[in-house]
C-alpha cells in the first residue's frame, strides 16, 4: 500500500489534490482512499490531507502517520509544520517551489534516496494555465513523475471529470507542464 | 456501477436509488454533503417525484419527514450530533406513530466542549428512543446499508436510523459499488404505505393513549424490534444476493475462528482493526473482530453465537456513559449470561481522536497480556492532559499508558483521606 | 359579501341564518354540514376552541371538496377530541407534538402533492395544520415562521385562548397584560400578566410577505367560515387566529363564550381583520362600541380590576391598549389602514419608558 500525505493551506485545494489522486489511481483500476484531516479549517490555515493507493480493498480508516510519500503544495509550511514526520526512508517527498530541492529541504535530500526529494513550481505552472494560485493538478502529476504510481494522462483526465470544461482542461495543461519538468529533472536536466 | 467518490454523495446516490418522496435538510457538520448532494438532484430533475426542502431546525427536519410519512411517501432526513439532539423529541414521536423514516447519522461527539469530530455519543443517547439502529463499517457498508433501511424500516413499520462515522466516512473518498436503479427496483418495490393519512379513508393518527392502553402498546412497539432482527437477516440475504455487496446483516465475524480475544467494535474502526488483526496474526497473535452493525434492535443471540467459548471479549467504544461505564458493555454481559467470558470495555476514540491500528494492537496485547484489571479502561489517554488540571487542583497525577477505571477511583480515595 | 350583511336583529347581535338566501347561509346551517369534528369529544362546556374548529374545519371541507388534511399540535383541540381509542375527527388528522405542528403540515403537503402527481391526480388534498396559542406563538414559533418563511401549502390556525389552558392556565406568550394565569398569579404590586411583554403573530404572519393573514373571533361565525374559505382560495402559507374564548380559564360562565368573544371585538380588544401578501385588505368594523370595562368584568381573570380594590389607573392602560387599536386598526371609521398598524406591545413598552 502506497500512502501519501499531502499538505497545503485552506483554499490551495488540497483536499481536492487528495481526491483527485485517490480518482486517478482508481481510473488505472487500483483501489484508492482520499481523505481530508477534518479541521474545520478556514483559508489561510495549514490543511492536511491523505490518500492511499493499493491492489486490495483499504479497510483501514486511520490518518497515516507513516507516509511513502508527502506533498507540500505550500512551502511556507516548511518551517510551520512537521510536514515530513514519519516519511518512510525510502518514501518521496515533492515540494512547490522554483528553487531546487538542495536549497530548500538540503537535510531531507540527504536523508532520502537520490532524487526521492523534488521540487516543482506548481504555483507558476498553474498561474500561467489556470490564471489562479492552484497547484494541485501540478503537484499530483510531479508526483506521478517522480514515482510512476499512476500516469499523467490519469491525472488530466480526474481533474477534467471534476471540472468539465475549461478549468479542467487548464488544470490538464498544468498538469502536463509539471509532469515534463520533473521528468526533465529525472533525466539530468537542468531546469530553469 | 463502480465510482470512486466521497461518502456522502454515495449515500445521496443510493438514497436517490430508494425514490423517496421527501427530503428534508438542516445544515449541520458532518452529514451536509449527503443533503447538498441530494437537493442537487431534486433541482436537475435527476430524482423525479420528489421535494427537497431546507428546513429551520433539526426539529423541523424531523417534523416535516413525519409528516411527509404519515402523508404515504418515502421520506429521508439526515443529522448528527446537536442536530441528533435538537430533533429528539420527533425521533421518539416517530418511532411512537411508527413511521418509516430513514435518517443518516453521521456520528459525531456531543459538546460541550463543543467537538466536531466522530465518536458514538450521538447515535447512542437514542438507544431507547424506539429507532432501529444499523452502524456502518465502510462507505460501501453505508451506501448499501442506506437501501436495505428503507425495505427494514418498511416491513417492520418503525423508523431507521443509519449511523455511519462523521468525516472519518462522510469525507473519504473510495471506491464505491453503486447497484443500479433495476436492482434497487427489484429489491425494494414501489412505496405502499401500509396506513397514511388520506382523504379517502380518513384515520386519525397520534391520538392519546391513557394507562389503560399505553403499556400493552409499548409491547407491542417491542414486538415490532424484536421482529425486525428476522427481517434484518432476510432483507440483507436478499440484497446481497440481488448485489453480490456483503454489506448490511446484524453483525460479521472476521479472523473469529479459534481467536484468543474477540474485540466488538462498531463502525469504521471495523475496518482499522482489521488490518491490525492481521498483521498480529502475521506474529502469531489470534485476534477476531465482531463487527457489530445492529445496536438496535440487539442480537444478543448472534453476539453469544459469535463469541462462543472465547474467553476475552473486548468491546471498544467510541462512547461511554457518564457516572456507569460502556454502553455495549451490559448488552455483551446479557448475551453471555450464563458462561465465565471476560468482557472487558476500552474506551477510544472520542471526539475524533484516531483509533489506530496501533491501538487495536495495543487493546488485543493488553488483554492477553491479562493487564485489564477493570471492566473499563480507556486507551490512547494523554496524562499530560489531565495531569496539568489535576496536579495543581488537587495535587494528583494519574500514570501514564491505559487507565483503568480503578485508578481514577484510587485518586479520588486519596482525596477522601 | 359580508359587506352586504349589515343588519341587527333586536335584543341581540346574531346574525340569523333564516333571514339569509341559502348561498349565503353557514356552513353549519346546512343540514348535510360535513360535522368534521363530531360530537361525543371531551371538550369543556361552553369551550370556544371546540366551536372554532369545528366552524373553521366544516368550512375548510367545503372550500377543498372534502380533500383535507390536518396536523394538529398538542393542546386542548388534541387531547378531548382524541383519547384513545375515540376519535372525533372525521377527516385525515395527525398530532405529532406541541411544537411542530407547522412542520408535519409542511410534510403532509409535500406527500400530498408527490403522491397526486405520481399518481397523475390534479386533485391535491390540502392541509391545516392548527394549534392553541402556546403551540402556535410559544413552541411552536420557529416551525411556524419557517413554514411562512418557505410558503409551504399549508394553513395554520390558531385558537387562541391566550393562554395554556391543556395544563392548567399558565401564561403564554399571548396572554394579555394584568391577566390573571396560574404563572401570573393576582398578587404582588403588579398583579396578573406582565406589561409590554407577548408578541402580535398575526403581524409578524404579514411581515412573511404570505398570501392571507387574518383574525377570526368564535363571536361572528360567518365572518369565520368566510376568512376560512377565502384562505384556502389562496396557495401558499396562510395564518388565521381565531379568538376562542376559555370559559375555564378566563373564568367566565360557559354560556358567556360567545359574548366575551363579542366584547372583545365590539371594544377594539382583539381586532378583526384580513390581510394579503402583507397589506390590510378589510377590517371588521365595530358596531357598537363597548367600554373595555364591558368584557373584563365578564372574566375572573380580570377580577382585580372590577372590585372595590380595582386600580383605575390599571383598567384606564387596558383601555388605551383598545383605543390604540381602534385607532390604528381604524375600527370605527370607514377606512382600510394602509400601513400596517403597530403591535399594542408597543404602546405597553412605550408606557413603561
Known amino acids: ?192 | 456501477m463502480l465510482k470512486q467518490i466521497e461518502g456522502s454523495l454515495g449515500i445521496a446516490e443510493a438514497v436517490a436509488l430508494c425514490r423517496p418522496g421527501a427530503i428534508c435538510a438542516y445544515p449541520i457538520s458532518p452529514q451536509t454533503h449527503i443533503v447538498e448532494n441530494l437537493g442537487k438532484m431534486v433541482k436537475t430533475g435527476q430524482l423525479q417525484d420528489c421535494e427537497f426542502l431546507n428546513v429551520e431546525s433539526e426539529f423541523s427536519a424531523m417534523s416535516v419527514s413525519i409528516g411527509a410519512s404519515a402523508g404515504g411517501v418515502r421520506a429521508y432526513t439526515a443529522t448528527a450530533s446537536q442536530g441528533l439532539l435538537f430533533m429528539t423529541e420527533g425521533i421518539y414521536n416517530a418511532a411512537g406513530l411508527g413511521l418509516p423514516i430513514v435518517m443518516t447519522v453521521a456520528s459525531r461527539a456531543i459538546g460541550a466542549p463543543i467537538n466536531i469530530w466522530n465518536d458514538h455519543s450521538d447515535s447512542l443517547s437514542q438507544r431507547d428512543s424506539g429507532w432501529l439502529q444499523l452502524f456502518c463499517e465502510s462507505n460501501q457498508d453505508a451506501l448499501d446499508t442506506h437501501i436495505m433501511a428503507f425495505k427494514i424500516a418498511e416491513e417492520v413499520g418503525l423508523p431507521v436510523m443509519v449511523c455511519m462515522d462523521g468525516f472519518v466516512l462522510t469525507h473519504a473518498f473510495e471506491r464505491l459499488d453503486l447497484p443500479s436503479q433495476e436492482q434497487v427496483d427489484q429489491f425494494l418495490p414501489a412505496y405502499e404505505p401500509r396506513e397514511f393519512l388520506d382523504p379517502k379513508e380518513p384515520i386519525s393518527m397520534g391520538a392519546m393513549v391513557g394507562p389503560e392502553a399505553f403499556t400493552e402498546l409499548r409491547i407491542l412497539q417491542q414486538r415490532k424490534m424484536l421482529k425486525a432482527i428476522p427481517i434484518i437477516e432476510r432483507v440483507t440475504k436478499e440484497y446481497r444476493e440481488i448485489t453480490g455487496h456483503h454489506s448490511g446483516g446484524l453483525l460479521d465475524c472476521y479472523n473469529c475462528e479459534n481467536a484468543d480475544v474477540k474485540l466488538i467494535i462498531m463502525g469504521s474502526t471495523v475496518g482499522t482493526a482489521k488490518d491490525a488483526v492481521d498483521e498480529l496474526k502475521a506474529q502469531g497473535i489470534n485476534a477476531g473482530v465482531i463487527s457489530l452493525k445492529a445496536f438496535r434492535p440487539f442480537p444478543y443471540d448472534e453476539i453469544r453465537a459469535a463469541i462462543g467459548d472465547t474467553k476475552n471479549v473486548v468491546i471498544v467504544e467510541r462512547s461511554f456513559s457518564y457516572g456507569a461505564r460502556g454502553i455495549l458493555h451490559p448488552e455483551v454481559s446479557r448475551a453471555m449470561r450464563g458462561k465465565d467470558t471476560n468482557i472487558y470495555t476500552a474506551v477510544c476514540g472520542l471526539g475524533g481522536r484516531a483509533i489506530l491500528g496501533t491501538t487495536i494492537k495495543g487493546i488485543v496485547k493488553h488483554c492477553l497480556d491479562g493487564k485489564f484489571c477493570d471492566e473499563l479502561t480507556w486507551f490512547d489517554v494523554d496524562s499530560k492532559v489531565i495531569n496539568s488540571y489535576l496536579k495543581d487542583a488537587e495535587g494528583i497525577t494519574l500514570p501514564e499508558g491505559p487507565l483503568p477505571e480503578s485508578v481514577l477511583l484510587d485518586t479520588l480515595q486519596k482525596v477522601r483521606a | 359579501m359580508l359587506d352586504a350583511i349589515k343588519f341587527y336583529q333586536t335584543g341581540s347581535n346574531t346574525v340569523g341564518n333564516r333571514l339569509l338566501n341559502p348561498s349565503m347561509r353557514a356552513v353549519q346551517a346546512s343540514s348535510d354540514r360535513p360535522n368534521t369534528l363530531i360530537s361525543g369529544h371531551r371538550a369543556c362546556q361552553g369551550c370556544g376552541e371546540a366551536l372554532g374548529a369545528r366552524y373553521a374545519i366544516d368550512a375548510a371541507m367545503r372550500a377543498t371538496g372534502g380533500q383535507l388534511m390536518i396536523a394538529n399540535a398538542t393542546g386542548c383541540l388534541e387531547v378531548f377530541s382524541t383519547p384513545y381509542p375515540e376519535s372525533a375527527w372525521r377527516l385525515p388528522w395527525i398530532h405529532s407534538l406541541f411544537g411542530n405542528a407547522a412542520a408535519v403540515g409542511a410534510g403532509l403537503a409535500v406527500a400530498a402533492r408527490v403522491r397526486a402527481k405520481k399518481a397523475g391526480n390534479a386533485n391535491v388534498p390540502r392541509v391545516i395544520a392548527q394549534g392553541g396559542d402556546g403551540g402556535t406563538t410559544d413552541i411552536g414559533f420557529g416551525p411556524l415562521s419557517g413554514m411562512f418563511e418557505r410558503n409551504d401549502d399549508v394553513l395554520y390556525i390558531c385558537y387562541d385562548n391566550q393562554a395554556y389552558m391543556n395544563t392548567g392556565v399558565q401564561r403564554s406568550s399571548a396572554t394579555p397584560p394584568a391577566a390573571r394565569t396560574a404563572t401570573t398569579q393576582l398578587v404582588g404590586a403588579e398583579p396578573g400578566n406582565d406589561w409590554g411583554k407577548g408578541k402580535n403573530v398575526p403581524l409578524i404572519a404579514m411581515a412573511h410577505g404570505i398570501p392571507y393573514v387574518a383574525t377570526a373571533s368564535v363571536a361572528d361565525l360567518k365572518d369565520l367560515e368566510y376568512k376560512v374559505e377565502k384562505a384556502m382560495s389562496f396557495h401558499g402559507a396562510r395564518y388565521i387566529q381565531i379568538l376562542v374564548p376559555c370559559p375555564l380559564g378566563w373564568g367566565c360562565a360557559s354560556g358567556s363564550t360567545v359574548t366575551v368573544a363579542r366584547l372583545a371585538m365590539e371594544s377594539g380588544f382583539y381586532p378583526i381583520f384580513e390581510a394579503e401578501y402583507g397589506k390590510i385588505t378589510s377590517v371588521r368594523k365595530i358596531r357598537q362600541k363597548q367600554p373595555v370595562l364591558n368584557f373584563l368584568k365578564l372574566q375572573r381573570r380580570y377580577a382585580h380590576l372590577t372590585g372595590k380594590k380595582a386600580d383605575p389607573k390599571v383598567l384606564a392602560r387596558i383601555q388605551a391598549m383598545c383605543d390604540d387599536n381602534i385607532k390604528s386598526f381604524d375600527l370605527l371609521g370607514d377606512e382600510i389602514p394602509e400601513t400596517v398598524p403597530v403591535a399594542v406591545q408597543a404602546l405597553e413598552r412605550s408606557h413603561q419608558i
Open chain 1, 1 to 192: 500500500m502506497l500512502q501519501i500525505r499531502l499538505h497545503g493551506r485552506g483554499g490551495q485545494g488540497v483536499v481536492t489534490a487528495a481526491e483527485m489522486l485517490s480518482l486517478s489511481a482508481f481510473l488505472e483500476g487500483h483501489f484508492a482512499q482520499a481523505f481530508p484531516s477534518f479541521g474545520s479549517e478556514r483559508t489561510g490555515a495549514p490543511v492536511v490531507a491523505y490518500a492511499r493507493i493499493d491492489d486490495k480493498e483499504i479497510r483501514t480508516h486511520e490518518p497515516i502517520l507513516e507516509p511513502n510519500a508527502v506533498v507540500v503544495q505550500d512551502k511556507t509550511l516548511l518551517g510551520a509544520v512537521d510536514v515530513f514526520s514519519g516519511i518512510s526512508p525510502d518514501g518521496y517527498a515533492i515540494i512547490n517551489s522554483a528553487e531546487s530541492a538542495e536549497v530548500v529541504v538540503p537535510e531531507l535530500v540527504k536523508k532520502l534516496p537520490a532524487g526521492h526529494v523534488l521540487t516543482v513550481p506548481a504555483t507558476d505552472f498553474a498561474m500561467q494555465k489556470i490564471g489562479r494560485p492552484l497547484p494541485g493538478a501540478p503537484m499530483l502529476a510531479a508526483l506521478a513523475a517522480a514515482t510512476n504510481v499512476f500516469a499523467l494522462e490519469s491525472v488530466q483526465k480526474s481533474f477534467q471529470t471534476r471540472y468539465p470544461g475549461k478549468v479542467g482542461d487548464a488544470n490538464a495543461e498544468t498538469a502536463a507542464l509539471a509532469y515534463e519538468y520533473i521528468k526533465n529533472l529525472m533525466n539530468g536536466g537542468n531546469n530553469a
